[in-house]
C-alpha cells in the first residue's frame, strides 16, 4: 500500500531513503532548510567505501593521543578552551575503543559497508552518473615496518570479513604507484575499492 513520507535532510541518506520509499512505490517529500547537497555530503572524499569496518576510536589510542598531539602534522589538533565541552564526547569515544566494543562495531560496519557498492551502483546507473565512479584500490602506505605491523590487526579483521588485503614491499608499491616517494617501503593494498566524485 503506498504511503505519504516525509524525509528531513536533503544529503545523501535523505536523498537515498527517499529513493528507496519511492522505489518501494511510496509518496515522498524532502525537506531541507539549505540547497540540495549542500552539507556533509557536498565536501567528503568521494570513497564508496566497500570493506570499511574499523571504527576511528581502536584499543590503544589513548596511548597514542599524545604523540599526535605534538606531531604538527598529525591527524589529532585540539582547542583547549574547548575541552571542557568535548569531554564528555572524548569519554564516550575512549569506552567505544574497548576490545569488545570494537568487535562489535567492526561487525555492524562491515555489515553496512560490504552492501555499498551493490546498493550504489543502481542509484548512479538510474541517475546516468555511472561515469564518476572510478573503481580503483586502496593503497595503505608506510614508512617503517612497525607502522606496517601496528596496523595487521585491522587488516587482519578486513581479511575476517572475506574483504581482501594484499601484503605489498617496496617493489610491488612501485608497480603500482610508480610515482609514489621511495620513503613508502611498505603497504597494504585493498583492491576492491570504488572511488567517486562527492555527491
Ligand atoms: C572531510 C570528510 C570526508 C568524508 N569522506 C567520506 C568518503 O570518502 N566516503 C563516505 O562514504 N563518507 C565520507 N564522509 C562522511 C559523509 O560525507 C557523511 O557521512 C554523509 O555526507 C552524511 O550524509 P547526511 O545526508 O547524513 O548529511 P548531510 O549531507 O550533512 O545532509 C544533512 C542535511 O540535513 C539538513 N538539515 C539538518 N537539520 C535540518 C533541519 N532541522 N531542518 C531541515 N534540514 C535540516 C542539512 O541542511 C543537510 O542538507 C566524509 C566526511 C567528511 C567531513
Known amino acids: 500500500m503506498s504511503e ?30 539549505n540547497e540540495p547537497g ?51 564526547w572524548l569519554f564516550k569515544m575512549l569506552a567505544a575503543a574497548r576490545p569488545t566494543r570494537v568487535e562489535e562495531i567492526c561487525r555492524a560496519l ?7 557498492r551493490s546498493a550504489y551502483l543502481p542509484l548512479l546507473s538510474e541517475a546516468g552518473a555511472s561515469a564518476l565512479l572510478r ?4 593503497l595503505y602506505v ?7 605491523d601496528a596496523e595487521a590487526w585491522s587488516m587482519q579483521v578486513r581479511r575476517g570479513f572475506g ?7 617496496a617493489n610491488a608499491i612501485r608497480d603500482l604507484k610508480p610515482a609514489l616517494s621511495p620513503n613508502y617501503q611498505f603497504a ?7 572511488y567517486g566524485e562527492s555527491v
Not at 562491515?110 to 555499498?116: D, G, I, K, R, Y
Not at 608506510?142 to 606496517?148: D, H, I, L, P, V
Not at 574483504?163 to 614491499?169: A, G, N, Q, R, S
Open 110 to 116: 562491515a555489515h553496512l559497508s560490504l552492501q555499498a
Open 38 to 88: 549542500t552539507g556533509c555530503s557536498f565536501g567528503n572524499a568521494g570513497i564508496i567505501h566497500t570493506g570499511g569496518c574499523i571504527p576511528m576510536a581502536t584499543p590503544g589510542i589513548l596511548k597514542r593521543v599524545p604523540k599526535m598531539l605534538l606531531d604538527p602534522e598529525g591527524a589529532l589538533v585540539i582547542r583547549w578552551r574547548y575541552l571542557p565541552r568535548l569531554l564528555p
Open 163 to 169: 574483504i581482501p588485503v594484499e601484503d605489498l614491499d
Open 135 to 138: 573503481p580503483r584500490g586502496e
Open 188 to 194: 597494504h593494498y585493498q583492491p576492491q575499492r570504488l
Open 4 to 33: 505519504r513520507f516525509t524525509v528531513l535532510g536533503a544529503g545523501i541518506i535523505g536523498v537515498c531513503t527517499a529513493l528507496a520509499l519511492q522505489r518501494d512505490g511510496h509518496q515522498v517529500t524532502i525537506i531541507d532548510r
Open 142 to 148: 608506510y614508512r617503517t615496518k612497525e607502522a606496517f
